[in-house]
């Protein structure tokens, strides 16, 4: 084999190919075959990396590490390196969405409702600070979702939440919301299957947390929501180590400013940006 080669990656697609991956599927600690003889739960991929030149020959590189012994199966010969990754298919993990809308919430807290009052603003990036003296408050809805591959559904989803503020995490939970002892855990069950929580109203009592909250000094304040899905197997609502979970949670962003409205936020942003350009200059 010439010494300019290529790499050439070769997927192969579980369960096409038992024969040649059943030592790679679902062993923890790289292929161990104490672990593996049961049928495949999730589809995967091995990928293999081999040197190949322009005419068609190839090799298993390193060739050391890996090789394909005679009854088509994968033998590995050296564990320190390794020319595979083997991962599982997008459709076998659990994922969580989010969407919102913020507003200002006149009377009724329950709910939104423009007839009472609540001046609504959607899935708004930035939101202005009512006027303490008005009795609006800002508060937010947000309807999380998920999406599960189909070894989990009608299984015990739950949601893991947390909210932050300027960075630090402010408040956190966990849907579905506790209910009464008596009754059981309204747990997610199904794909696209939504759950609401509505904060402040839902979650807590002090002002110090309202989303309206803004300390002396302060023109504006960041928030973000994070949302992450996971099976709650021994039913304590809480996500413990082994328990499977969205490894890439969900997140949304906003901010609430103390200017009268969004314009006023944004023309001073753009004023701000202007003078700064300024200093840079001189």
Known sequence: MIADRSLVLFTLALPVVVGLLTLAVQAEDGFNPATTTGAVGEPRILMVVLAADESGNYELWPAADLTLGGGDEVEVI?????????????????????AYELWHNATDYAALSVTDGDINFGAAG???????????????????????PASLENRDIAVRWSLQREGGVLVEGTLPLVLPPSLPFDYYRTTGEIQALQYPEQVTPIPGEFLDFMELGRNEVSYVLNAQAFWDVNGNLVWDSGERIDTTPASI????????NVGDYIGRERQRGKQQIILREE
Do not use: M, Q
Not at 131 to 142: A, I, Q, W, Y
């Open 253 to 260: 962003y906003f901010k609430v400013v103390r200017d009268a």
């Open 126 to 148: 930035v939101v202005a600070r009512p006027d303490p003296s008005s009795g609006l408050r800002v508060e937010g809805l947000f309807r999380i979702g998920v999406v599960l």
């Open 78 to 98: 050296d564990r320190t390196r390794k020319n595979w990754v083997r991962f599982k298919l997008s459709s076998g993990e659990i994922d969580t969405t989010i």
